[in-house]
């Protein structure tokens, strides 16, 4: 079973940066596509990015496009997403997934797809 540990949330101004880390155990993380998604109070978990095992491939929401970037380091067995030019609808609790589901752009999407989740971190971003 694997599990991960999500990191790196906070309080940041519009226009800022954070990164967000998440640990995976239990398991080699290229044994997964990864992905990350985010829930703000009184909404339901939207998509936020995927990337494949390889790191080769990566999908994201058009809301975050050309803001955030995911990636993975093999190595330390971490998936990150890069979050710049912060804006305030950006305030959610964010987690992390992870699936062995075959890679494909309406699958990496859906939250049923992944089996294994973190429990979150709370990235709240003030106007």
């Known amino acids: 079973q694997v599990q991960l540990v999500e990191s790196g949330g906070g309080l940041v101004q519009a226009g800022g940066s954070l990164r967000l880390s998440c640990a995976v155990s239990?398991?080699?993380?290229?044994?997964?596509?990864m992905g990350w998604f985010r829930q703000a109070p009184g909404k339901e978990r939207e998509f936020v990015a995927a990337?494949?095992?390889?790191?080769?491939?990566?999908y994201y929401a058009d809301s975050v496009k050309g803001r955030f970037t995911i990636s993975r380091d093999g190595a330390k067995n971490t998936v990150y997403l890069q979050m710049n030019s912060l804006k305030p609808e950006d305030t959610a609790v964010y987690y992390c997934?992870?699936?062995?589901?075959?890679?494909?752009?309406?699958?990496?999407?859906?939250?049923?797809?992944?089996?294994?989740w973190g429990q979150g971190t709370q990235v709240t971003v003030s106007s």
């Open positions: 239990g398991r080699t993380c290229s044994n997964y596509a």
């Open positions: 990337i494949s095992r390889s790191g080769a491939y990566s």
């Open positions: 997934a992870s699936t062995t589901t075959t890679w494909g752009l309406s699958r990496m999407s859906r939250a049923s797809e992944y089996a294994s």
